[in-house]
Each structure stands twice: as structure tokens, then as C-alpha cells.
């Protein structure tokens, strides 16, 4: 079973910067695609960052730029660094990973940007 833990969300104002991470435990980490998501209060969950076991990586309009997906396969974990933070992007930030064409999310971490 694949586990997904997130952390390092938090409470910053507006401008500053956040690092989260994301520990998943199974050998086959480094054969996947990961993700990060989020969803803020009343609104669907989206796509922020996605990363290939290549490095290929992807991002949202809303985040280019501004956040980093990456990942280090010898310790099971991806990272998200966010720079430059919004009060929009205020949401529950989840990890996510697709292992052979199966679906596995975390729990998530909150990140509150204040004006």
C-alpha cells in the first residue's frame, strides 16, 4: 500500500514563501507521476504541479512562475516550493501520485496566505 504524507504547510503573509513536501513510502516511487493539488474553500480541486519520473514537469497558469515541483527519488519525496505567495492561493494542498495506472492522495496540508 502507497502512502502519501504531506508537510510543511503553514500560515505566511503575502509575498513570502513556503516549502511543502511530500513523503511516500513503496519501492516504486520513482516510477510514477506526482502532483500537487489544492482546494480552497468552496471550489473544486485543481491541478498545481505535476512532475514525471523523467523531471518532466507542468504547471498551472495561476502558479508559473512562482512555484517549483520537484522531486528526489533516493528519498521517496516531492517537493513544492512556493514563492511569491497570494492570498489567492489559500487552499488545502494535497500530494498525489499515480503508480501504475493507480491513484493514491495524501491527507493534505493547509496554507493560509494573509494580506
Known amino acids: 500500500q502507497v502512502q502519501l504524507v504531506e508537510s510543511g504547510g503553514g500560515l505566511v503573509q503575502a509575498g513570502g514563501s513556503l516549502r511543502l513536501s511530500c513523503a511516500g513510502s513503496g519501492s516504486i516511487f520513482s516510477r510514477n507521476v506526482m502532483g500537487w493539488y489544492r482546494q480552497a474553500p468552496g471550489k473544486q480541486r485543481e491541478l498545481v504541479a505535476v512532475i514525471t519520473s523523467g523531471g518532466y514537469t507542468n504547471y498551472a497558469d495561476s502558479v508559473k512562475g512562482r512555484f517549483t515541483i520537484g522531486r528526489d527519488n533516493a528519498k521517496n519525496t516531492a517537493y513544492l516550493q512556493m514563492n511569491s505567495l497570494k492570498p489567492e492561493d489559500t487552499a488545502v494542498y494535497y500530494c498525489?501520485?499515480?503508480?501504475?495506472?493507480?491513484?493514491?492522495w495524501g491527507k493534505g496540508t493547509l496554507v493560509t496566505v494573509s494580506s
Open positions: 498525489h501520485a499515480t503508480i501504475n495506472g493507480m491513484n493514491y
